[in-house]
């Protein structure tokens, strides 16, 4: 495949030309650059930068899914926040506990069964949650140019992982059919777990406590943990990402570091830090952050302009179009996703 | 290759026939027993399994000798235990205090600098330092049939894995070399680190505290953590792997699980369940574990009876004495190892 061919669904942009020319010059055999395949190794967050991570974080959804199939067996619920709320669908109430919420709710919902029932309720659950707006699957919801960017590094040689402050096992039961990333290769935040013979049988059990928070300083830490290499390429959205990033670039030799920002109100949603866009507090890219970028040289995607289709049913939408009118070919794609009601 | 030629230290043995019979199950195309390559995940664990752990674990020899090159920075230690014994080569007291000691141990040689800081004094120790009756450096003191039953596993689409109680950062260094393990493939216990701006440049701290202990239940927490995935084939030679063989034997379809037996004293060391062998406390083989083999259908290789051969330096040594007498071919080889001195 020549340069040209590569990643069709990102625009002749500076990012694109800057990914080209870091995979051109890490790959050169004899270069002065080059990096052995063993030691390709990129990094990337996934709430925000894989797939998209509005209005909630996916894994919430599946949170308050989980609250309201457990609540019959839970009574006090009915009076105990942040449940009560979050069954009222008051979201905002619900929330108002901040961490100490998420975490409660997350021990309540991701606890007390084993690894292979949480895996089973896991991709029950994926196989028909869809996002509120698009109506479409989450796994759905995924970036197209990020998912061609994924599988041109792995073409080059690299192995791709997921570092994400989201739930390990949450992530594992899909991402390899999704993103295809082996479960080996996501990494993320966890409960505790305890060995136990269960009715004869060796299972894992899933305690009600926070083993490792794998965001912002954590992520470094993580990588360590896990792969025991410091990355040569990291992809992130936020400021839970910042620390990822410097790591990785604080290595010797050839580094690649980006940054997706969201700012297409129009296909996705937009919540980056140029003014006058609305402050979303999860997965925020603040403006200290969007100052960094410009002095360590980080690569900055726009969504909106660097980026000529965002979610692969773009097309499938034009597809059906031209379906319905094949005489009047479409020469245009008419922007279509979450302003699309 | 044939299977003839496969594992060549290994005698034509139950063990040997045993393993061989695996691999060709699970890799039978169209077989009901086949494994798709993804799945073929095999755990290792390193002290007494991969390589020599006596006298003492290796990873000891290297905390002492941290000990004796730190020892004039701490004047202290000349009166605190468990340095104050250790300075005067009186292990036995040393150890006297246990786990506490060994950690204390642990923490005063494996925290204080960055991870890189850390590789690079491993990387100068192990390169010279010698295990003390044979004088071979501690990286040629691993099993050959075992080194080998590594690159049959990998030649047959295995990932493997080393799964140790020992420090996954003292491991890393080294273990690619010697074993062809990358740094991804190693877990094993660790102390927590802190990501930090040091100078300017971001690196990872290790912390005076224990992160995870990887032995006994830790085991399987491990491989969830790091693997995902549950193995299908598992290697150990003591009580503290019988976790890590329980779970992997958990699984669906065909499993494998192996213990190696240490009953060769003149090749190696003797320290088997046993009658009359002697008890040694660190990574001990109890009866309770070697009836457990028989309940639960695992192979137990003897290294005495199923190993032609334990130390790749055994051939040489063969070698060296064919250079010096070639006329007088030599048609046996003589034992050689540990009890020679």
């Given at each position: 495949m020549t340069p040209q061919n590569q990643l069709p669904s990102w625009n002749d942009s500076a990012a694109r030309t800057a990914i080209l020319d870091f995979i051109a010059r890490i790959t050169k055999k004899g270069g002065s650059e080059f990096v052995p395949p063993a030691e390709r190794i990129a990094t990337f967050d996934n709430d925000g930068t894989l797939w998209c991570e509005q209005p909630l974080p996916v894994q919430l959804y599946f949170a308050i899914d989980r609250v309201k199939a457990l609540a019959p067996q839970h009574p006090d619920w009915k009076t105990t926040e942040p449940f009560a709320s979050l069954l009222k669908g008051d979201l905002k109430t619900a929330l108002a506990g901040g961490e100490r919420a998420l975490l409660e709710l997350a021990v309540a919902t991701h606890?007390?069964?084993?690894t292979a029932e949480f895996e089973q309720i896991v991709k029950d659950w994926i196989a028909t949650a869809k996002h509120p707006k698009t109506d479409k699957l989450f796994t759905e919801m995924i970036y197209q140019p990020m998912f061609e960017l994924l599988a041109y590094l792995r073409a080059n040689g690299f192995k791709t992982y997921i570092v994400s402050g989201g739930g390990i096992e949450f992530m594992r039961p899909w991402a390899e059919q999704t993103y295809g990333i082996q479960p080996e290769q996501v990494v993320g935040s966890s409960i505790k777990t305890k060995f136990e013979m269960r009715d004869g049988k060796p299972v894992l059990v899933r305690l009600p406590e926070l083993n490792f928070n794998d965001d912002k300083g954590g992520k470094p830490v993580a990588i360590n943990q896990h792969i025991g290499r410091r990355p040569i390429a990291a992809f992130g959205n936020s400021d839970g990402d910042r620390e990822m990033l410097e790591y990785t670039q604080g290595g010797s030799g050839a580094r690649f570091m980006l940054l997706v920002l969201h700012d297409d109100a129009v296909r996705e949603y937009a919540y980056g830090p140029a003014k006058g866009l609305p402050d979303v507090k999860l997965g925020a890219f603040t403006q200290a952050l969007y100052d960094q970028t410009k002095k360590d040289g980080w690569t900055v995607v726009s969504m909106k302009n660097d980026w000529n289709r965002i979610f692969a049913f773009e097309e499938e939408k034009e597809t059906v179009r031209q379906k319905v009118a094949p005489v009047t070919v479409q020469t245009e794609v008419e922007p279509v996703g979450l302003a699309v009601k």
């Open positions: 606890a007390g069964m084993t």
